[in-house]
Every structure is written in C-alpha cells, then in structure tokens.
T-cell receptor, first 113, second 117 residues
Framework: GENVEQHPSTLSVQEGDSAVIKCTYSDSASNYFPWYKQELGKRPQLIIDIRSNVGEKKDQRIAVTLNKTAKHFSLHITETQPEDSAVYFCAATASGGSYIPTFGRGTSLIVHP | GAVVSQHPSWVICKSGTSVKIECRSLDFQATTMFWYRQFPKQSLMLMATSNEGSKATYEQGVEKDKFLINHASLTLSTLTVTSAHPEDSSFYIC?????????????FGDGTRLSIL
C-alpha cells in the first residue's frame, strides 16, 4: 500500500518568512495530492491540491510542487502570517482501487508575530 | 457547496454507553464516506471506508463489532461506538466524496469529540 512521509513534524517561523513542508510517497500509481489545513479542534480544510500531470500550482501565497520521478511534493507558504499557524497534512491518492487517500503525519506550523 | 454535517459535535457519557455519530452530505451525494479517529497532535487514522448500500471496509486493527458503520443512503453514514469505554475517547471525523468524483478532495465534517467517563 501507499506510504506517505511528511517533514518536518514541527516548523516555527517568523511572520513574513516562508515555510516549506515536504512529503514523499511510495506508490507510483498515486496521481492526486491534496493539502489540508487543520486548526485546533476543527475540521481539516483543503487548501490546495495538485495532480500528477502538473508540476506546480499556485494560489496567492500558497504553492505546491510535484516531482513525480522522485515521488515527492512540497507545500510552500510565502509571507507567512500568524493565522497560518495550524497543522498541515499532505495526502496521496492512487488512481486504482477505492481511491483511499493516505495522509502524512502532519506538520505543526507556528508563525510568530 | 460540498458541506458535510457531523453530529453531535461533543459527547460525554458513562462507560458502557453506545454512542451514535451521524455524518451527512448536505448538498451532494456521497457514494463513499470515510471515518477517521484522531488523537491529540496526531494524524488522521482511517478506521473504515463506508460505501452506500454495502458493508463497510475496516482497516486492520479496527474492531467491526465495536465500531458499527451504516451507510444506508447517498447522504448519510453513521458510526456507532458500542459499549464505549474510556479508551474509546477520541476525536472522530467523517469525510465524504461526491458521487462520480473518485479522485477528488474529500469534504470533512466538523468532528465529534467523544469523552467516556
């Protein structure tokens, strides 16, 4: 089955700095990679996603890059703000079977004002 | 669009009680719903995949007689924690995926915080 590794587990940055979270996956059949943001006690919310036919996608301060050959994808947040503080999860979904996504362990991002 | 409603949001009950959690897709039909358990500061642990009209598929280590899942319609799945004990205390979250959109994002409910005394 799919295995998703996510690093770092904790990331502390100053407001205005950039933050990068990296994930690797094992199943070459995976072709859909969403990123979720979860604030304390709340639901995970999709913030950006990318498919395997695209190498990069950007939405304002958030971008995701995908390297299919190396089987890794990254979340980039620029000009971080305190409200970006949350836990971020990456996931990978293979095209076969039941399309069950496999989540990474999460990264706790802390943005200091 | 794509709203998932989960109830109740918080349950406190005595050991031995059975607790039912509902997950509804409000504005779309969901062939597949997922049930997760999340411990503090940890990732989402998939418990089972629920498909409308068929038996749920449980992940390894999850007791199907303990965690009963019913997905009787395209908009409702329920998770019943039977004879709950303190070790079942956790945050339970459901998610749903729209019919015909298999490789698309899931939409999560708000979660249910279960505390067993």
């Amino acid at each position: 089955g799919e295995n998703v590794e996510q690093h770092p587990s904790t990331l502390s940055v100053q407001e205005g700095d950039s933050a990068v979270i990296k994930c690797t996956y094992s199943d070459s059949a995976s072709n859909y990679f969403p990123w979720y943001k979860q604030e304390l006690g709340k639901r995970p919310q999709l913030i950006i996603d990318i498919r395997s036919n695209v190498g990069e996608k950007k939405d304002q301060r958030i971008a995701v890059t995908l390297n299919k050959t190396a089987k890794h994808f990254s979340l980039h947040i620029t000009e971080t703000q305190p409200e970006d503080s949350a836990v971020y999860f990456c996931a990978a979904t293979a095209s076969g079977g039941s399309y069950i996504p496999t989540f990474g362990r999460g990264t706790s991002l802390i943005v200091h004002p | 669009g794509a709203v998932v409603s989960q109830h109740p949001s918080w349950v406190i009950c005595k050991s031995g009680t059975s607790v039912k959690i509902e997950c509804r897709s409000l504005d779309f039909q969901a062939t597949t719903m997922f049930w997760y358990r999340q411990f503090p500061k940890q990732s989402l642990m998939l418990m089972a995949t629920s498909n409308e009209g068929s038996k749920a598929t449980y992940e390894q280590g999850v007791e199907k007689d303990k965690f009963l899942i019913n997905h009787a319609s395209l908009t409702l799945s329920t998770l019943t924690v039977t004879s709950a004990h303190p070790e079942d205390s956790s945050f339970y979250i459901c998610s749903a995926r729209e019919v015909g959109r298999s490789n698309q994002p899931q939409h999560f409910g708000d979660g249910t915080r279960l505390s067993i005394l």
